[in-house]
């Protein structure tokens, strides 16, 4: 660092030391065909930080057991391990109760299961369920489903050329008949961070209930969900630096308590009789089954270790990267950035030439540097844009300019190879 | 290590940017479209198939990458003048070559091998398999084929 370059640093705040993070983290110490890898596909999913995997091998080493069950040593100690879990989740999102926590699989299985037991039950025929076009995948079809089974109408807000949600179309489609509006935090196809804030204004206005999509998100900034205002906020672990197979639905304790169970099973119930059975109050109500008990120790574990160098942090170096990414990517000739949101986080989604993404993955994959191409699950998104795919380097804690550098490098070689 | 330059041969390059037999046939009498949804590829295979029972006219339309246009493009210059029967005899050998798993009956691939590096790149199989898979649901008379 140059001392103009330290002082900047400073007058930010506590830098993020990214040589040291990256010694936490296994992963990104080995070579991909010859080459250090260089890991830019962070908003797929992110490596682990060592803490991780050894709080994941201890617990199945010597600490395992079922939760909530028995009345023995090692069973009272992973329950409260387990339980301790679901505190950190709540301090990290700001939430106000730990019973408003559950749980999942992941961010796609928390909006199913809001669609599924929420919308389930309150949506009537004619009612409306609003969303953007800029949606994941799986917080699009999750509603497509429960629509077709109650009636209810699916909307979508359009965005403008840059990726910035429409707020003026927003506003008109939110009318009276809207009872869910379901909308990400951050896209993981385009990187726009949508004004959560302001859309909940607009959707309590009209009675309508948010659902938020943070996958993205909860990895890249703080999280407050008394802040944002929101009633059902959605994440992954496996993006988070946690295991896969475990992610979290927060939800608003008043809403969580009238919503019947999703999937049934042990560990949800009150009591069970063959004339009729009653519910556990949440989050256990919507925990049926032996949870992933590891998984969720190990997201615990991952939550302790970023909030030891700071969500801000983290989103002041992820930011850095990005500005630093969209500027050497504009100077590549015939390279066109999807996706030019005011407010953007994380990630820069780019076509080059008539080159498919595909080729340009494959090439690049050859430096040593790992990007994602394909639609990101976002199919409505390709298609607005008019484009098949879009190649994505995505950015993590980890990452640093060097390794932007060689992705530019990486591009000017497929430029090459194709005779540009 | 599998050398890049083994998959992205000069003739796919030249295949890629001019496809030969691009466009939409007029009077086929066997169509197909094939779809990847790993990567949104997709593409449309007519074929015009002659009283003599071969392959007179034949022609793709669609958007994919290098591998899925070149391999398409070349389909189409081996698949013409042959009997539908030739035609999925090509078609097996093609896919064994692809998955390294020779056919039972040696075909004879000619121009068709410029294609064998895919086979070290598991994640491009289905480009070039996809305008093959939808020849092959043509001939059998489905007019849709997905690779997933």
């Known amino acids: ?420 | 290590m599998s050398d890049l330059r083994d998959l992205y041969q000069e003739v796919i390059f030249d295949h890629n940017r001019r496809p030969r037999n691009f466009g939409r046939l007029e009077g086929a009498t066997h169509k197909a479209e094939g779809f990847n949804p790993l990567c949104g590829d997709q593409l449309t295979l007519y074929l015009r198939v002659g009283e003599d029972g071969r392959i007179e006219e034949v022609a793709f339309e669609g958007k994919g990458c290098a591998i899925s246009t070149a391999s398409a493009s070349l389909l189409t210059e081996a698949v013409k003048g042959k009997t539908l029967e030739e035609a999925e005899r090509l078609f097996r050998g093609f896919h064994g070559m692809i998955m390294d798993e020779p056919a039972a009956e040696p075909v004879e691939l000619g121009k068709l091998e410029v294609l064998a590096g895919v086979k070290e790149f598991p994640t491009r199989v289905k480009c070039a398999t996809l305008a093959w898979h939808t020849l092959h649901a043509a001939i059998e008379g489905k007019d849709q084929v997905s690779t997933e």
């Open chain 1, 1 to 420: 660092m140059s001392t103009a370059e330290r002082s900047v640093a400073a007058a930010m705040g506590a830098a993020l030391d990214v040589e040291r993070v990256r010694r936490d983290f296994p992963a990104l110490h080995q070579e991909v065909r010859g080459r250090p890898l260089v890991y830019l596909d962070n908003a797929a999913t992110a490596h682990k930080p060592q803490v991780v995997l050894e709080t994941i091998q201890r617990y199945y080493a010597m600490d395992y057991s079922n939760v909530h069950r028995g009345v023995h040593w090692l069973s009272e100690r992973a329950t409260e391990a387990y339980e301790a879990a679901r505190e950190k989740v709540r301090a990290f999102i700001n939430a106000p109760d730990r019973r408003e926590i559950v749980f999942v699989r992941g961010t796609t299985e928390a909006i199913n299961l809001v669609a599924a037991s929420y919308g389930g039950s309150v949506l009537k025929p004619g009612d409306e369920v609003l969303i953007t076009e800029m949606e994941h995948h799986s917080n699009i079809v999750p509603w497509q489903l429960v629509c077709e089974r109650t009636g209810a109408v699916l909307r979508v807000a359009p965005i403008d050329d840059d990726g910035n949600l429409v707020l003026e179309a927003f506003e008109r489609l939110c009318g009276e008949r809207t009872r869910i509006v379901a909308v990400t935090h951050l896209s993981n196809a385009l990187g726009t961070l949508n004004p959560v804030r302001r859309l909940v204004e607009i959707a309590h206005a009209h009675g309508a209930r948010v659902v938020v999509d943070g996958a993205q998100a909860a990895p890249r900034l703080p999280v407050d969900v008394q802040a944002l205002g929101c009633d059902f906020y959605a994440f992954s672990g496996h993006k988070l630096y946690g295991p896969t197979g475990i992610g979290v639905l927060w939800a608003r304790r008043e809403l969580l308590e009238a919503m019947p169970p999703y999937q049934g099973g042990g560990e949800m119930i009150r009591q069970v009789t063959f004339e009729g059975s009653t519910w556990a109050p949440p989050p256990a109500r919507f925990e049926a089954g032996t949870p992933h008990i590891v998984g969720a120790i190990g997201l615990g574990a991952a939550i302790d270790y970023l909030q030891g160098i700071g969500l801000e942090a983290i989103a002041r170096h992820e930011h850095a990267l990005l500005e630093y990414a969209t500027e050497a990517l504009a100077e590549v000739p015939g390279l066109r950035i999807v996706g030019n949101a005011r407010e953007r986080a994380g990630l820069v989604s780019f076509v080059f030439d008539d080159i498919h993404p595909h080729d340009v993955g494959t090439i690049l994959d050859h430096e040593g540097v790992a990007v994602r191409a394909g639609h990101h699950c976002a199919m409505p998104v390709m298609q607005r844009y008019c484009v098949p795919a879009t190649a994505r380097a995505s950015f993590a804690l980890y990452n640093t300019r060097e390794e932007i550098d060689a992705l530019v490098a990486g591009l000017h070689k497929v430029r090459s190879m194709f005779g540009r």
